[in-house]
């Protein structure tokens, strides 16, 4: 099957995900700034782009017209130009509007506890505004011990007990969920009795204006796409 362009309004981590993995450790080459700005560049994009990738993805998704055939995000080889792209969207997360979302969403879930959280879930596919799940602290004494590990994911699908999610440092795997057990979660070394929380962001709180105004995004993702590709040498595909 082609999936260049095709058409759906469910979420699928191998088409509507990145292609490649979250880039851990790639930090931006500056010539000027000095210690300060390389620690928080370090600080940033030290641990990859995984905010930056998940808003981006699921931003693309929403942002589709109701319809319309779209190009799978999945076939986007890494180039410069959407690096720099997903080094904007993940800079929104330190936006005050951002993390007056994140604070509040954390107040509300109890101190990200699980049962609260889940139970307000809005999923990519069936929400005009989806949620992103973080995974980041509970009230405890390992909070700025997770909080410097946070991780984001895109929940697009709940079967039982079980929240699917599309995670960037797994590209293209559907089978990657979180286990729901009573009142705490488990996802990859992410465990709500070891201290971590979950905050739900809704995708709005991200973007500074309505999610129905989106035709200068799209034509700011049509520019990436075309730029990525004279980069990547006109082909897709790379990983």
Request: charged share 25%; proline share 6%.
């Amino acid at each position: 099957m082609d999936t260049r362009s095709i058409c759906s309004n469910k979420f699928d981590p191998a088409r509507d995900g990145f292609g490649f993995r979250n880039l851990v450790g790639r930090l931006p080459n500056r010539s000027g700034g000095g210690g300060i700005l390389r620690r928080f560049d370090a600080f940033v994009y030290g641990k990859g782009l995984c905010f930056g990738m998940v808003l981006a993805s699921l931003f693309y998704f929403v942002d589709s017209p109701a319809g319309a055939r779209r190009r799978a995000l999945s076939e986007l080889p890494l180039a410069p130009g959407l690096l720099t792209v997903l080094r904007g969207y993940q800079l929104r997360q330190f936006h005050p509007r951002v993390v007056l979302a994140v604070v509040w969403a954390w107040l509300a879930s109890g101190g990200g506890r699980p049962g609260r959280a889940f139970r307000r879930l809005r999923l990519a596919g069936e929400s005009p505004d989806p949620h992103l799940l973080c995974f980041g602290p509970s009230f405890n004494r390992r909070f700025f011990y997770c909080l410097a590990r946070a991780h984001a994911v895109v929940p697009y699908r709940i079967q039982e007990r079980r929240v699917y999610v599309y995670d960037p440092n797994y590209p293209g795997d559907r089978g990657r969920f979180v286990e729901l057990r009573c009142r705490e979660f488990v996802y990859d070394g992410f465990r709500s009795l070891e201290g971590w929380g979950v905050v739900l962001l809704p995708l709005s709180s991200c973007l500074g204006r309505r999610l129905s105004d989106g035709a200068s995004n799209r034509v700011k993702w049509a520019r990436t796409d075309v730029r990525t590709r004279e980069e990547a040498g006109g082909t897709y595909g790379g990983r």
